[in-house]
């Protein structure tokens, strides 16, 4: 039974470990552009790991072929020798991999911005964007320690008008190069501010960097050594609230360290909203009060829209997954399936042979009696998906959620699905 509280006896767990736990591995497994999961967070650098089901090392040959004669270091007036030719002292080099290969694995050009973001580099990349060079949705990699903080902005703005997605990365070396360059990226204030820009920003990996300089970061000078004029603090707030980024807890360790650049971890700057790896926040809506609750968590990344609903009767729990990719992608996805399952903590459960998928509409969608004894395991939970697969291990599309951010949601429904339909305790 209830306690005085109104809370179940299994509520008063929930909070005790699991909080850091989900910091720890929240977005440690994602979804790729046609549905893979990947676990290896080094993966996160290089999206081609995760497209189509199919394995990284298949993926590694194809990049390193793309790479040959692939990459394009240009600037605004077209084409370049290659970047380490090109790229002076003092402005930014833009590399643009638009090759057949590339294009045929990641759906959409790579885009290399490195070096010093100078007060030109907004003008050249939105050159490129307005001759089609770069197109909305486009993969930007970024690496530059220094620059105009005024660019970065205008960088950052230009990313979200285009939807693009934000990485940290080094420019890919052509082959007939022998010049050494670090793999290490590293992206700092004007560079920061500028991958906030991105609609989809994936965390830093491996011994990649991002940080603030803590001076510059809160209250930005009004020039820096080439003379370029700087944004006031207000302007960088503004741009903030507009890129829907919140600096939150890091704010005060801004105001108050002496070193010269404030780090940020992968894990702080999921666990802060500064980084999505790939997927906009979840949403939520609810019905707690009906005799029938239900609860409805949805998703939009840059894949399209998914959707997980439980409905509670007195009959059970209907769990219900939605994945919208569209009538004609929903049918081929169903006709080549041979079995469909949702994954909590990425163990298969409730698997269905054939006929367990259907379309609906515009989304592929997968439903199945879920027992109120177990809605428990989901109260605990750090991910739930839902997946259609086929012969083999490279026929596999779905999604996945990462529960901690609706934790409470989880809470509040599992007590209103008690009070409507109550199941025996174990």
């Known amino acids: 039974m209830l306690t005085n509280e109104g809370q179940h006896p299994a509520i008063s767990r929930l909070f005790r470990d699991v909080h850091s736990q989900d910091i720890c591995n929240e977005r440690h497994c994602r979804v790729g552009t046609s549905g893979a999961t990947v676990q290896d967070r080094n993966a996160d650098r290089n999206p081609l790991c995760w497209t189509g089901g199919r394995s990284c090392s298949l993926w590694g040959v194809l990049l390193l072929l793309a790479g040959i004669g692939a990459t394009s270091p240009i600037h605004a007036h077209g084409a370049a020798p290659p970047a380490e030719h090109t790229q002076t002292a003092s402005q930014m080099a833009i590399q643009l991999n638009n090759d057949k290969m590339t294009l045929a694995i990641t759906k959409v050009p790579q885009i290399y911005l490195y070096g010093v973001i100078d007060a030109g580099a907004p003008q050249r990349f939105e050159a490129l964007v307005r001759s089609?060079?770069?197109?909305?949705?486009?993969?930007?990699y970024l690496n530059s320690s220094s620059g105009d903080l005024r660019a970065g902005l205008a960088l950052g703005r230009l990313f979200r008008a285009g939807s693009m997605v934000t990485h940290l990365g080094t420019p890919r070396r052509p082959l007939q190069s022998s010049v050494y360059t670090s793999k290490t990226?590293?992206?700092?204030?004007?560079?920061?501010?500028?991958?906030?820009?991105?609609?989809?920003?994936?965390?830093?990996?491996?011994?990649?960097?991002?940080?603030?300089?803590?001076?510059?970061?809160?209250?930005?000078?009004?020039?820096?050594?080439?003379?370029?004029?700087?944004?006031?603090?207000?302007?960088?707030?503004?741009?903030?609230?507009?890129?829907?980024?919140?600096?939150?807890?890091?704010?005060?360790?801004?105001?108050?360290?002496?070193?010269?650049?404030?780090?940020?971890?992968?894990?702080?700057?999921?666990?802060?909203?500064?980084?999505?790896?790939?997927?906009?926040?979840?949403?939520?809506?609810?019905?707690?009060?009906?005799?029938?609750?239900?609860l409805v968590l949805s998703q939009v990344d840059r894949n399209g829209e998914h959707r997980i609903t439980l409905q509670c009767q007195p009959s059970g729990v209907t769990l219900t997954a939605y994945d919208l990719v569209g009538a004609t992608r929903a049918r081929e996805i169903v006709s080549h399936g041979t079995r469909s399952y949702f994954e909590i903590d990425r163990k298969e459960t409730l698997t269905q042979q054939h006929d367990g998928a259907s379309v609906a509409s515009q989304s592929v969608m997968i439903t199945r009696p879920y027992p109120a004894t177990q809605l428990e395991q989901l109260l605990f939970a750090h991910s739930i998906g839902a997946w259609v697969g086929g012969r083999t291990s490279a026929f596999r599309y779905g999604f996945v959620f990462q529960l901690y951010p609706v934790r409470n949601a989880l809470k509040d429904y599992y007590l209103a699905c008690w009070r409507a339909a109550p199941w025996p305790l174990k």
């Open 132 to 140: 089609g060079k770069i197109p909305s949705g486009s993969d930007i």
């Open 185 to 294: 990226a590293v992206c700092v204030d004007a560079c920061t501010y500028a991958y906030f820009g991105g609609l989809y920003r994936w965390a830093p990996t491996g011994s990649d960097r991002i940080g603030l300089s803590p001076n510059g970061a809160m209250d930005p000078p009004k020039t820096i050594g080439m003379g370029q004029a700087q944004p006031a603090s207000g302007d960088v707030d503004a741009y903030l609230k507009d890129m829907g980024v919140d600096l939150g807890e890091f704010a005060p360790t801004l105001k108050t360290s002496h070193d010269p650049v404030v780090w940020l971890t992968a894990e702080q700057m999921m666990s802060m909203g500064l980084a999505n790896n790939g997927g906009l926040p979840i949403t939520v809506k609810s019905e707690l009060t009906s005799a029938a609750p239900y």
